[in-house]
């Protein structure tokens, strides 16, 4: 299946000039929003193929796109830069996320942005309770499988329990 993935990616990378001038041009905003990604669940696929490239993509965004790490099951520590103000819809769900550190500077977190992710162990976050919880969280934000594994959030000046 992921050979086909990725024959799938290639051969869109060869005939869509939107997607190809998109790519080339490192409008990630606009590349991780198009048509095909959203229908084809191929966007943690591209965030393989950009990571193998040593792009990091996150550097260049300000929030998550959504299933940025979707069916991507290598196990993997993600460090959210600063300048990530919010997780959309899916981000990091599906995947083999271990560990993930998330910036102070974060305001937002969609539904689901941490569903089904079994293997997860530890959210970090660089900022204080207070701020933590000054996060607008969507209400699905976590699944209860997930929230097994993770019992709490580990803050720069303590914790709090999910």
Do not use: M
């Not at 993997?76 to 819809?89: A, Q, W, Y």
């Not at 899916?90 to 083999?96: K, N, W």
């Not at 204080?128 to 934000?141: C, F, G, R, V």
């Amino acid at each position: 299946k992921e050979s086909d993935d990725k024959t799938n990616l290639s051969n869109l990378i060869k005939s869509d000039p939107e997607f190809r001038q998109l790519l080339e041009s490192s409008d990630y905003e606009k590349l991780y929003s198009h048509v095909y990604l959203h229908l084809s669940g191929k966007s943690g696929l591209l965030t393989r193929l950009l990571y193998s490239l040593d792009i990091d993509v996150l550097l260049y965004l300000e929030s998550v796109p959504r299933n940025f790490l979707l069916d991507q099951y290598i196990p993997i520590h993600v460090n959210v830069p600063d300048n990530i103000k919010s997780l959309r819809l899916y981000s990091f769900s599906d995947a083999g996320l271990l560990y993930i550190s998330l910036p102070s500077s974060l305001n937002y977190i969609d539904d689901y942005s941490f569903f089904a992710v079994p293997h997860l162990k530890n959210i970090a976050f660089k900022g204080t309770k207070q701020e933590w919880n000054d996060i607008i969280k969507a209400p699905d934000w976590i699944s209860d499988s997930t929230k097994a594994n993770v019992k709490v959030v580990k803050c720069i000046d303590g914790d709090v329990k999910l």
